[in-house]
């Protein structure tokens, strides 16, 4: 059964075209505030959603699929009379705005997948970190994880943002945590990538150790018409690495279309 999703509304014109922001595994809205300003000073109106099991959302009990994050996006955007509407997706989020694509075209305008994947390796992987939240929380993987999110070069300049990530992993659900990396076991795309017929912008992180440069043009190989823009310095979260960036990469991509 489909949740409704705490979610932060920018922008105040509810006529204007809808942005919806979809953010990684362990992340909040919070983690789109470059984003969600610049784009609301650009005329749009903006939503973003905490996943199930993240932020302001519930946690049903797990495992979950990324279908079923999809369709909580869906229901969510039913109770605010939001019909079409353009999706941003990043890492676990990016999943969810792919299967957005997939099952509900004719909703979905355009679709900008950052740092993201068609499959993200091997189930094992997920299992096994699943498991560790489950018995000793997300405080045993929030150091790894965040080391992930940003270049060292930046991680060492900004002790700020980097414990604010880590409250951010820290502050999430464990069984919301974990169940979301059965999502991501689960999760394959590469046979559906052909049926995306929204116009596509990848966006990859040239320092990415979790979905590089090459894990996205696996994306743009197989959505036809679609796009890879490649930023430098960037690693898993690129847009707040390189915000300013990445938003006008958002806003070019969204009004071509």
Known sequence: MSVQLGHVVSGTDDSAQTVVLLGSLGSTSAMWDPQRQALADDGFRVIAMDLRGHGESPTPPGPYSVAELADDVIATLDSLGVSTFHVVGLSLGGAVAQQLAISYPARVTTLALLCTAAKFGEPDGWFDRAATVRAQGTAAI?????????????????????????????????EGYAACCDALAHWDSRDDLAAIGAPTLAIAGAQDPSTPPATLQVLVDGIAGSSLEILDP????????????????????????
């Open 142 to 174: 929030a150091n790894a994880v965040v080391a992930r999110w940003f270049t060292m070069d930046l991680a060492g300049s900004d002790t700020l943002l980097v414990h604010a990530a880590l409250d951010m992993v820290t502050g999430t659900d464990d």
């Open 234 to 257: 960037g690693a898993h979260l690129v847009n707040q690495e390189q915000p300013t960036a990445v938003s006008a990469l958002l806003r070019d991509h969204i009004l071509r279309s």
